[in-house]
């Protein structure tokens, strides 16, 4: 008798009520460690993210420091080129009296003075060599013609 009165007296109604809301926590319970797994899988994703995001600023700081080195080091190039510019005009002088000169490479100054030998050996003057003195002469005016430098 006592089983009959256990399942059909008035518990049957509670234990019926324990075993669904049994069955639903254990449900909860269930819903509840996916929901965490669901979180833990998604805090890492959160993360590589933030890493990646990290990793893409840092990449983008670097170019830009490259970038910013690379046009420092054009721009003092720029400057030195410039500055060397300058240097070589002032040295130079004006370009107007470089059309002037008679001989503007090295290559005329040797033919004129080929010319001047061939013209000293027709007129006699060939048969001795000539002194120290002349072939310096010759030279130097070859090279102040060749600089832009007037004798008066």
């Known amino acids: 008798m006592t089983g009959n009165v256990v399942t059909g007296g008035p518990w049957s109604m509670r ?4 075993a669904e ?18 979180e833990e899988m998604l805090a890492k994703r959160v993360e590589e993210l933030t890493d990646h995001a990290e990793q893409t600023t840092r990449f983008q700081a670097l170019a830009e420091s490259l970038r910013n080195a690379r046009d420092y080091k054009l721009d003092e190039v720029f400057r030195l080129v410039r500055d060397v510019r300058g240097r070589v005009d002032a040295m130079e002088g004006p370009r ?3 059309n002037a000169l008679n001989h503007k490479t090295f290559a ?35 090279l102040a013609s060749l600089a832009g430098v007037v004798f008066l």
């Open 15 to 18: 234990d019926a009520y324990v």
């Open 21 to 38: 809301t049994a069955v639903a926590l254990d449900r909860l319970a269930a819903k509840i460690e996916r929901l965490e797994r669901r």
């Open 96 to 98: 107007a009296a470089f």
């Open 108 to 142: 005329s100054v040797d033919r004129t003075l080929a010319e001047l030998s061939a013209a000293r050996v027709e007129t006699g003057f060939g048969s001795r060599p000539p002194s120290g003195l002349t072939v310096a002469f010759l030279a130097v005016a070859a």
